[in-house]
């Protein structure tokens, strides 16, 4: 099972995740030509997928999403509320009805020997979701725009192999940076993003030995930046009780506009 991010940030997200025979995409908030050479990469091409699921209606998660999808007529998987959303922004032009598919959180469906389960999360979208990805024996997970996390998201997040998981902005960069004051209590919020400490103090929690991959994404471009990210969400997971050593996890940051190295586990 292959986990590469071919774009994590506030301005684009798109994570691949495939196995040997079935291969995803989790949101595409970056253009067709981006997503074919990220793919090319791995050498696959969007005519391989199964799916694109959707977290959000979000633009830097939905942008590339018509034209993709059109081109090469991948089904489309979100929530109710999100593919309603989707339907409405005019600039990703009209899709052909079939090729949206609803899901719900917490009802698990299938791709072959790729097991996906979308769950709740808190941000200010329609019907947000993450997603779990079970492959045989092995678990990853992609986690962005959240603005808090709960027991049943820990829940959800149990014995994974590998993890995206947001590092959105440092809270002292975000309270003196230059965004609005509104903007900055939306960022914030309950229906926000995760700051650098909080996604430490999830993966704490979350951590256990078979958690040996961690890529930090949706890094925020004025709030935030890779070494922060990486040092503070280091500490919280290494100095706390939660028992992992320096070495015992493959901490990354992802890319905001290239490819990141491929999580294979
Ligand atoms: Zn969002
Ligand atoms: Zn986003």
Request: net charge negative; glycine share 10%.
């Given at each position: 099972m292959r986990l590469v991010s071919?774009?994590?940030g506030s301005s684009g997200?798109?994570?691949?995740?495939?196995?040997?025979?079935?291969?995803?995409?989790?949101?595409?908030?970056i253009g067709r030509k981006r997503?074919?050479?990220?793919?090319?990469a791995l050498e696959l091409s969007p005519a391989d997928l199964d799916g694109v699921l959707i977290t959000?209606?979000?633009?830097?998660?939905i942008s590339g999403l018509g034209?993709?999808?059109r081109k090469y007529e991948i089904p489309i998987y979100g929530t109710a509320g999100t593919l309603e959303r989707v339907r409405q922004v005019k600039s990703l032009g009209a899709f052909p009805g079939d090729l949206f598919?609803?899901?719900?959180?917490?009802?698990?469906?299938?791709?072959?020997?790729l097991d996906i389960h979308p769950f709740s999360v808190d941000h200010d979208a329609a019907d947000p979701v993450a997603y779990r990805v079970d492959c045989k024996e092995k678990s990853v997970a992609v986690v962005t725009d959240l603005g808090e996390y709960h027991p049943e998201t820990?829940?959800?997040?149990?014995?994974?192999?590998?993890?995206?998981?947001?590092?959105?902005h440092d809270v002292r960069m975000l309270q003196v940076g230059p965004y609005p004051y509104y903007l900055k209590q939306r960022?914030?919020?309950?229906?926000?993003h995760l700051s650098n400490e909080s996604a430490g103090r999830l993966l704490a929690e979350i951590w256990q030995p078979r958690l040996g991959h961690v890529l930090l994404g949706h890094l925020s471009k004025e709030n935030n930046y890779a070494e922060l990210a990486y040092e503070t969400v280091r500490m919280e997971l290494v100095m706390g009780d939660c028992g992992c050593g320096k070495n015992d996890v493959c901490l990354a940051v992802a890319p905001r506009s290239g490819r990141s190295d491929t999580v294979q586990i």
């Open positions: 071919l774009a994590s997200n798109c994570i691949y995740i495939g196995s040997d025979e079935h291969h995803i995409l989790i949101d595409t908030g997503v074919e050479e990220g793919l090319a959000h209606e979000h633009s830097d998660h034209v993709l999808a598919h609803s899901i719900r959180p917490g009802e698990a469906f299938s791709f072959g020997d820990v829940e959800w997040l149990a014995d994974l192999d590998a993890l995206l998981l947001e590092a959105n960022v914030m919020g309950k229906q926000g």
